[in-house]
């Protein structure tokens, strides 16, 4: 009879992998979102966390015995995970942040559709940048950088070994007012573009009373919006090339802050 004895620390080990892993997939774009199913997210999970095992060739840690020490470890674990997710969703927020303002200068905001990550309702227009900034993501392969950096966490950061520092806090802050700073840089060229079609509609509507500047400012507004929108795609390639070219180094600089 073939009998299959694991030592506990070895399956200690391999759960405090899982958890990192798990926590860092759920958070992460395009993977993370509510469209995938749970069943597809833990089979990558576990995929991912029995190729790194062998690789990692990590120390096993002390049997953990108090309930109380097991909790803290598991919830530093899937901290841990979750801030390396964090860090680029936190950019996607950004471009999402702005199709949202371009979309309310247009006047879009009264269409709006479901989006399937986060299920909820947003603009069309923001909708379309997402899109374009995770084909962007996959066409680089930025995502690989999740990978590297997550085996890279196991080497600064063993199991049960992160501790939550202020200076983590504070560049997890940055990187949320980094978030706003994207937007505005992404949405620019709309969004002025609008804010002076607006002042000049306002120009015509007290010169020209007879004219309803209301019924011709909407069509014009969207038509001119979607136009530069159009114009600004060069650009937004390159800035979103730009931005994820730099996420490695990002994820370095979080995996030493949190080391």
Do not use: C
Request: proline share 5%; charged share 5%; aromatic share 10%.
């Amino acid at each position: 009879m073939l009998s299959l004895r694991l030592p506990y620390d070895q399956i200690q080990l391999f759960f405090l992998i899982l958890l990192r892993v798990a926590a860092m997939l759920a958070s992460m774009p395009i993977i993370g979102g509510r469209g995938v199913p749970m069943s597809i997210k833990a089979a990558l999970a576990l995929a991912v966390s029995l190729a790194l095992f062998p690789i990692l060739a990590l120390t096993p840690v002390p049997v953990i015995d108090h309930w109380l020490s097991l909790a803290i470890g598991v919830g530093a674990e899937v901290l841990l995970g979750i801030s390396i997710g964090l860090l680029i969703q936190l950019l996607f927020s950004g471009v999402q942040i702005a199709g949202q303002i371009a979309g309310y200068q247009m006047g879009l905001a009264i269409a709006n559709i479901m989006d399937p990550a986060s299920s909820m309702q947003i603009p069309i227009l923001a909708q379309a940048y997402n899109l374009v900034a995770m084909l962007l993501f996959l066409t680089l392969n930025a995502h690989h950088w999740f990978f590297f950096s997550l085996a890279d966490s196991f080497r600064l950061i063993p199991p049960l070994q992160f501790k939550l520092s202020a200076s983590l806090i504070q560049y997890m802050m940055e990187t949320g007012g980094a978030m706003f700073v994207v937007a505005l840089k992404i949405g620019a060229p709309v969004i002025v573009v609008l804010i002076l079609t607006s002042v000049a509609f306002g120009l015509v509507a007290r010169t020209v009373p007879q004219v309803n500047i209301f019924i011709v400012a909407m069509p014009l507004k969207i038509v001119i919006g979607l136009l530069f929108a159009a114009f600004s795609l060069p650009y937004l390639q390159q800035f979103l090339t730009a931005m994820f070219d730099g996420f490695g180094a990002a994820l370095t600089t979080l995996l030493k802050v949190m080391g």
